[in-house]
């Protein structure tokens, strides 16, 4: 019997998104492929630690519990490592009890053909090829922070979905981001103030913000278990256009933080993000020690 996709909300993770695999990691790159074999291998039984996408990933499996929405959410490892050294990240998943029974294990190859073959609408990972394959195909992708000296252990799994995004260049294009960084601020709001009635471009999060605001339609309002924020560098008088923006596409967005340069890191930390999306290094790395958080690549015009 066939398993139709459609209808469903299909997270594509990577095993070091979903778990920390530094010290695996390293083996890789400083001794090879064989190498990271055989420590796999003799390691089969040795449950992994969670990783930075965790949380986010056991908590979206909870939904499937709620009645009415039984297989709602999807989950896929889809990874480089070959079928043989897997046995270790599903052996860690069934120790979890995480609802994930499908993969794509790519042995080294490129993951980009597979994430439309499987209607992926959000794709995580480590690996910044298949990142960029995946936002230059329109998918919603992020390259997940972490580097091995943060642990994941205490992350408590929400009740409350709480996911934070960027807006341009990651909900929205990065038409008007080329502007500030090749104009400066104030050619930046003039354009923006300007050109207030004119909804923004879609960016590469805009459809995948559109199925959460969905998702959230099919619960009452005081009782959806996900919500969503839009914290911004933007401030008066840009703010104006996004929220025509928002309005427009007729999406929900629960809160949302024009911060006009200020850090965003306690913003989410206040907000209780459990993953954060943003197109710069210098939002996502801050980001990265309270919250999760991912970097959004520019998509590949040549």
């Known amino acids: 019997m066939s398993y139709d996709l459609e209808n469903k909300l299909v997270i594509g993770i990577s095993s070091r998104a979903l778990f920390d695999l530094s010290v695996e990691n390293e083996i890789f790159e400083k001794e090879g492929v064989e190498a990271y074999r055989r420590y796999q291998i003799e390691h089969e039984n040795d449950c992994l630690k969670p990783g930075p996408g965790f949380a986010l990933v056991k908590a979206l499996l909870n939904l499937n519990s709620l009645p009415g929405h039984e297989g709602r959410i999807e989950v896929i490892i889809m990874s480089r490592n070959s079928a043989d050294t897997s046995l270790r990240v599903f052996h860690s998943i069934r120790e979890y009890g995480l609802g994930i029974t499908r993969a794509v294990l790519a042995a080294g190859a490129s993951l980009a053909p597979y994430l439309e073959a ?12 298949d990142v960029q394959s995946a936002i230059d195909s329109g998918i919603a992708a992020g390259i997940i922070c972490g580097d091995g000296t943060h642990s994941y252990d205490d992350l408590q799994i929400p009740d409350q979905i709480r996911i934070a995004f960027d807006g341009d260049a990651v909900l929205f294009s990065d038409e008007s981001e080329k502007i500030f960084q090749e104009q400066g601020l104030a050619a930046f709001e003039e354009h923006e103030s300007e050109n207030a009635d004119r909804p923004l471009p879609e ?11 969905n998702l959230q339609q099919e619960f009452p309002p005081d009782q959806a278990p996900i919500r969503t924020a839009l914290v911004t560098a933007r401030s008066a008088p840009a703010h104006e256009r996004v929220i025509r923006t928002l309005r427009a596409w007729d999406v929900r967005v629960d809160e949302a933080f ?3 340069g200020i850090s965003k890191r306690d913003v989410l930390a206040a907000f209780g993000a459990n993953i954060f999306f943003d197109d710069q290094s210098v939002h996502t790395l801050p980001a990265s020690e309270v919250v999760p958080a991912a970097r959004v690549p520019y998509k590949n015009t040549s």
């Open 118 to 129: 499987f209607h992926t609408d959000l794709f995580l990972s480590a690996y910044e090829d």
């Open 203 to 213: 960016g590469p999060f805009a459809k995948f913000l559109r199925l959460l605001s």
């Open 258 to 260: 024009f911060l006009g």
